[in-house]
């Protein structure tokens, strides 16, 4: 089985090969799954980043993860967290539990950060470079219309002010048990919650004594699972969701994500017009797209920037409130573009002092809380790190960008394809054989 090939060793090419027999080994028909022991399903932003970590490696595997994450849309354009193929057991919470999907396939209730979007771009770059221009032009007819429609769900639906976009749980972030959530989760008692009856579950993601330390509190899932059970009680309905629903959050990770997405897909819709398809109708949509990523993040930096922390934060919209947390998101705001110099100035300073000081990359968290081996809470993760290193260029930050980079690459090279590692030690923590973390480590030493 070359899936246990170590990627120890000198020799990047031989790693390159066990990056690519961990994805093989993970693939399923048409997606990847994010861990053969933790998640037996396709995860929406797993997906992009697998699709955008092998876009160069593989462009054909990647534009066919991407076409399978977006079969799983709803009628209404979202595009839903996990898309459940098959009947696979060893995941909570199951297909019933949510009670949710599409004519084509059980889903979750939720969706993720729209990185489905920028990983799309990529992966037609690769094609046009690779296969030719009819190719990428095949890709980008089959997707366009889909990632349009989703990101026009996201206005629709998820946002109070057309600018700036929000979530309903901490699962839909990516970083389920972030110290941001706190206050949030705290402002409620989940079986008070209109819609939930009971909290009886059994939690399937601790899978040995050592992972029950480095995964979300009981506290947290109780509030996970009863926001859930909630959404299930309302038939999923946006409208009368918003009216009880406690989590209503502007999260800046997603919020920076649907900022950049909103710039790709104008590319995108260039990238048709350029290959002579769309005309004046792609030209509208292109430049509608891209003021739509301006508009964005000119009402995030008005919203999400807190001056005490010189980063960017979520903004809870039901208590009206900043969620101060000084957390790798807040970075992150410079893939989408959110901070103006100024702001810039402050983010490179707040990472420089407060979150290299570790000597590895980036860890997820900083400050008050911080766990070092708990999830969101402090490790280093593969995935947001390389979101930073690409919004860090993104600003002219070269030299920081290279040293995440090579940091990132160094831990993985040391410790294997982990779902995250310890700021303070490096070792690796979670699963192993972990999908992005071997999709990006692939473009990362491309
Ligand atoms: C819930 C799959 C997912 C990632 C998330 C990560 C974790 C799930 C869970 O695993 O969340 O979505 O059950 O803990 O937090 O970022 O997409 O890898």
Not at 161 to 179: E, F, L, Q
Not at 257 to 262: D, K, L, S, V
Not at 365 to 389: F, I, Q, S
Not at 409 to 429: A, C, D, I, K, W
Request: aromatic letters at 10%; hydrophobic letters at 40%; charged letters at 30%.
């Amino acid at each position: 089985d070359d899936a246990d090939t170590p990627p120890t060793g000198d020799d990047t090419q031989a790693r390159r090969e066990a990056a690519l027999a961990v994805l093989r080994a993970n693939r399923r028909e048409g997606y990847t799954i994010p861990s053969a022991t933790l998640y037996p399903f396709q995860w929406n932003w797993d997906s992009a980043f697998v699709a955008a970590g092998l876009a160069s490696a593989d462009p054909d595997a990647a534009a066919t993860e991407i076409r399978t994450l977006l079969d799983a849309q709803w009628a209404n354009g979202m595009v839903p967290q996990i898309a459940f193929w098959t009947d696979a057991t060893g995941y909570f919470p199951g297909p019933d539990e949510w009670g949710a999907g599409s004519d084509r396939v059980r889903t979750s209730g939720i969706t993720q950060p729209p990185m489905v979007v920028p990983a799309a771009r990529r992966v037609a770059d690769a094609l046009r470079r690779q296969r030719g221009g009819s190719a990428a032009e095949a890709f980008l007819d089959a997707v366009v219309p889909a990632l349009d429609a989703f990101l026009s769900w996201w206005l629709r639906e998820r946002s109070d002010d057309g600018d700036v976009v929000y979530v309903r749980h901490p699962w839909a972030t990516g970083m389920d048990d972030s110290p941001a959530w706190t206050p949030v989760l705290e402002s409620f008692e989940p079986l008070d919650l209109p819609g939930v009856d009971d909290l009886d579950y059994a939690r399937e993601d601790r899978k040995s004594e050592s992972l029950a330390d480095q995964r979300p509190t009981d506290w947290d899932y109780d509030r996970y699972v009863a926001l859930v059970r909630q959404g299930r009680a309302f038939d999923w309905d946006e409208v009368r969701l918003r009216e009880v629903c406690p989590f209503v959050v502007e999260d800046v990770l997603t919020n920076a994500i649907f900022a950049r997405a909103c710039a790709d897909l104008g590319g995108m819709y260039d990238e048709l017009d350029a290959l002579g398809e769309e005309g004046a109708a792609g030209v509208d949509a292109a430049d509608r797209w891209r003021e739509q990523a301006e508009s964005t993040r000119e009402a995030c930096r008005d919203r999400l920037w807190s001056p005490a922390l010189g980063t960017f934060v979520s903004y809870d919209r039901v208590g009206e409130r900043r969620l101060p947390a000084n957390s790798v998101a807040g970075l992150v705001s410079t893939f989408g573009g959110l901070p103006d110099q100024g702001q810039f100035e402050a983010v490179r300073t707040n990472l420089s002092e407060n979150f290299l000081s570790y000597e590895r990359a980036c860890p997820s968290y900083v400050g008050e809380g911080m766990d070092l081996d708990r999830y969101w809470r402090g490790p280093v993760w593969v995935n947001t790190n390389w979101l930073l290193a690409d919004g860090l260029r993104r600003y002219g930050a070269a030299d920081l960008a290279s040293r995440i980079e090579r940091d990132t690459v160094s831990l993985v090279e040391r410790e294997g394809f982990r779902e995250y590692f310890s700021p303070e030690t490096g070792e690796g923590r979670g699963s192993d054989r972990f999908s992005w973390t071997a999709a990006l480590y692939l473009d990362l030493t491309d």
